[in-house]
């Protein structure tokens, strides 16, 4: 079945403890990107990735990191999270970053920073 | 820059109802994609349809219809006689040529009443 994975799917941790949410799509897209959903705001991208090892800041990529050294995975790493990086967060991926190609979407993570 | 205006911020029919979705839309692209995702109550974002910026025509799918008109920069959704499993946060977003991000309204979340 094709489709985007993402792990956990559920977090709760402290602020200032390194976490990494794993994205891993089976659909061999050269796009990836990662979205954060918060109530009255809409989804904002965090980071995408063209291919691998390109990647590029989103709207709003303070306090993120990413990589993409395989083409199928796409971590989003949060170095020291704090309160406000509490969110939902999205993994998307779609065969081109070409802007014609509707983006698949992973479950969701919800995410709690305490 | 590109942004997206989802005025409606929640609507409630009651079931069988016809209801529209206004999305608003700003981009300098001439060339552009609009789509609309579905989050229903379980969480997942989920691709309803494309549209780009050179195919005015209107579309139909079932219950569903989509009114683009590029002299109002909008792209309205339509749902006949609404049902339950209908209820869900609608997101409209849009994509210029020259961009490898999507950007998302706010949403709108519709609740159908039995």
């Known amino acids: 079945e094709a489709q985007v994975t993402q792990n956990p799917r559920y977090l709760i941790t402290v602020t200032g403890k390194k976490l990494t949410v794993t994205c891993s799509q089976n659909?061999?897209?050269?796009?990836m990107s990662w979205y954060r959903q918060d109530p009255g705001l809409g989804l904002r991208q965090i980071y995408y990735?063209?291919?691998?090892?390109?990647?590029d800041k989103g709207d709003v990529p303070e306090g993120y990191k990413v990589s993409r050294k395989e083409k199928r995975n796409f971590p989003l790493i949060l170095e020291s999270p704090s309160p406000n990086q509490t969110s939902l967060y999205f993994c998307?991926?779609?065969?081109?970053?070409?802007?014609?190609?509707?983006?698949?979407f992973g479950p969701g993570t919800r995410l709690t920073v305490t | 820059a590109q942004k997206v205006t989802q005025a409606q911020t929640e609507i409630s029919v009651v079931e069988k109802e016809d209801v529209t979705l206004d999305c608003v839309y700003e981009t300098r692209d001439t060339t552009y994609y609009l789509f609309w995702y579905k989050q229903p109550p379980s969480g997942e974002l989920v691709f309803l349809i494309r549209r780009n910026s050179f195919d005015e025509q209107n579309e139909i799918s079932g219950r569903y219809s989509w009114n683009f008109q590029k002299s109002t920069s909008s792209f309205n959704f339509t749902i006949t006689a609404s049902q339950v499993v209908d209820s869900a946060v609608y997101f409209c977003a849009l994509s210029g040529a020259g961009s490898y991000q999507l950007t998302f309204g706010k949403g709108t979340k519709l609740s159908v009443i039995p």
């Open positions: 998307a991926s779609s065969y081109s970053g070409a802007p014609n190609y509707e983006q698949y």
């Open positions: 659909m061999n897209h050269e796009y």
């Open positions: 990735s063209m291919n691998v090892e390109v990647t």
